[in-house]
């Protein structure tokens, strides 16, 4: 995934937003990304992705890996079509 491609599908949050918002606030925990445009409020589908990031940037790593722009959106279908969140209604 690129820095400029939507981490949050839902708000439309990009990883170099994320990111940012992770060097610059340094949030105490994970939820508190939801700070950063809402990021991880949605359907949920991007969670586990933006803790990733935390870790990594609590760790001072430079890259998280991240699946490509595909293939995140095509497994994001998949978690919504099986029930297992709910985007908002735009």
Known sequence: MQPD???CLC???TRRKVENYLRIERPAAPSLLSECG???TGCGWC???LKRLFEAARKNEADAPLPSSD???ASRGSYIQAG???PPVA
């Open 84 to 86: 297992k969140g709910k």
């Open 5 to 7: 491609e939507d981490l």
């Open 47 to 49: 969670r586990p992705f």
């Open 38 to 40: 809402g990021a991880g």
């Open 71 to 73: 293939q995140y959106a």
């Open 11 to 13: 708000f439309h949050v």
